[in-house]
C-alpha cells in the first residue's frame, strides 16, 4: 500500500470519507449508538481543523483516492519548555488497511507537522487494552511512565 499512499492535510472535500472514519474511531473506544458523540461535537471538531486560530490540526491516510485512516493533532504550551508540545490525539486506520504501514505513515506525518512548528516533543495515550496499536507505538516512541489519572466534571 505504501507506494498508493498519501498523508496529507485534511481538506474540506473530505469530510465524508472523515466523517466515516471518526465514526469508526468513535466506536472503537465504545462511543456509538447512545454513546455517541453528540453531532455538535462532530461537528465543532470538524470546523477547528480550518480555523487558523485553533491549535488542532488533522492529516489524513488517501489510497488511490480513498480515505484509509486519520490522525488529529494539538499543539499546545507547557511549563517545562519554550517550545510547545504536540499531542498527537486521534489515530484511527480502517481495518482493510490495518497493518500495511499506515499507522506508522500517519505519525511520521506528526512527527513531521511538529518538526516544522518547532515542538519540542510529540506524545499519545492509548487504552491498555489496544495491544495491537501499541506494537508500533512501541516501535516508533519510547514509554514515558505516566500514568494518566482523570475526572469527569
Not at 510529540?122 to 508500533?136: A, D, F, G, I, P
Request: proline letters at 3%; hydrophobic letters at 40%; charged letters at 20%.
Amino acid at each position: 500500500m505504501s507506494e498508493n499512499l498519501s498523508i496529507r492535510p485534511v481538506v474540506r472535500g473530505d469530510y465524508d470519507q472523515w466523517l466515516l472514519l471518526w465514526e469508526g474511531y468513535n466506536a472503537f473506544y465504545g462511543r456509538s449508538g447512545e454513546a455517541a458523540l453528540a453531532p455538535d461535537i462532530t461537528h465543532m471538531t470538524w470546523s477547528r481543523f480550518f480555523d487558523a486560530y485553533e491549535p488542532m490540526h488533522a492529516l489524513v491516510a488517501e489510497n488511490k483516492g480513498r480515505l484509509v485512516g486519520l490522525t488529529h493533532f494539538i499543539f499546545h504550551r507547557t511549563t517545562t519548555a519554550i517550545q510547545p508540545n504536540c499531542y498527537l490525539q486521534d489515530l484511527f486506520i480502517n481495518e482493510a488497511a490495518r497493518g500495511k504501514g499506515v499507522g506508522e505513515a500517519l505519525i511520521n506525518g506528526v512527527f513531521d507537522a511538529a518538526r516544522r512548528a518547532g515542538t519540542s516533543r510529540v506524545y499519545w495515550l492509548t487504552h491498555e487494552t489496544n495491544v495491537k496499536s501499541m506494537r508500533l507505538y512501541d516501535k516508533v516512541a519510547e514509554k514515558s511512565g505516566f500514568v494518566m489519572y482523570r475526572m469527569v466534571i
